[in-house]
């Protein structure tokens, strides 16, 4: 990805990722408070799947620098097809893609999208969460750390992020799973700081509809 185009992991404040998003109203009005990743899910299963209410012409005509698409075991083909009908800035993925799999992506995909790749943290032990990050951490951009689930995301649950203190992160990283107003502060026991906050389900009416406002107040906190 080209560096210019890529937000900056230098910062002592944490970059802000909302997720789940399905209403142009809300996405506008995410941008105008500068939100710095629109992460958007195409994963028929979710209940925030975005293409049953904006088409791929709609998400691509979004300005935007970061468009994050969400995909979960898609094939190549279709995230391929997809990241460049939506013109999506970033790929995140949130199944169980391997390194061979992300190999062949980067092949397919433009050059300046990145890659995100999620670690599901479920019951793993330290050796076994950094196994698998150093097997899928050296071809991608971002790592992001969720709470393992059947729904693969959006359960509103955190993991125990003490894990986090006990492993070696080799990218910056987002943080996801269960964040909210009453747990962001225990972040600062992290060793090393998250890039990026991802939110979704603790700041939603509905699933896919945002409570705006207490994003607002959610980006003021952690700015």
């Known amino acids: 990805m080209i ?3 890529k937000p900056s992991a230098i910062s002592h404040q944490p970059k802000l990722k909302v997720c789940g998003l399905t209403r142009i109203g809300q996405i506008q009005e995410l941008i105008l408070i500068n939100t710095d990743f629109l992460g958007f899910i195409f994963y028929e ?3 925030r799947y975005v293409l049953n209410h904006l088409t791929l012409e709609e998400i691509s005509m979004i300005g935007h620098q970061a468009k994050v698409g969400v995909f979960v075991n898609a094939t190549l083909e279709k995230l391929a097809e997809t990241a460049d009908q939506a013109k999506l800035d970033f790929i995140q993925l949130h199944g169980d893609e ?3 799999f992300i190999a062949e992506l980067r092949k397919m995909i433009n050059p300046e999208t990145g890659i995100i790749k999620v670690i599901r943290i479920g019951k793993q032990t330290p050796d ?5 990050i150093n097997d899928n951490g050296l071809m991608v951009d971002y790592l992001l750390f969720d709470t393992d689930s059947q729904a693969f ?3 509103g649950k955190t993991f125990d992020w003490n894990l986090l203190n006990k492993i070696k992160i080799p990218l910056p990283y987002f943080l996801s799973g269960g964040i ?8 600062a026991m992290l060793h090393q700081k998250p890039f990026a906050i991802d939110i979704n389900s603790k700041f939603e009416i509905e699933p896919g509809i945002k409570d705006v406002g207490k994003i607002i107040n959610f980006e003021k906190k952690i700015r």
Do not use: A, C, F, V
């Not at 076994?128 to 698998?132: A, T």
């Not at 909210?180 to 972040?187: A, G, L, Q």
């Open 3 to 5: 560096e210019s185009q």
């Open 153 to 155: 995301g959006g359960t």
């Open 180 to 187: 909210s107003e009453d747990n962001i502060n225990n972040t």
């Open 45 to 47: 299963k979710s209940p």
């Open 128 to 132: 076994e969460l950094q196994r698998i």
């Open 98 to 100: 391997d390194k061979d």
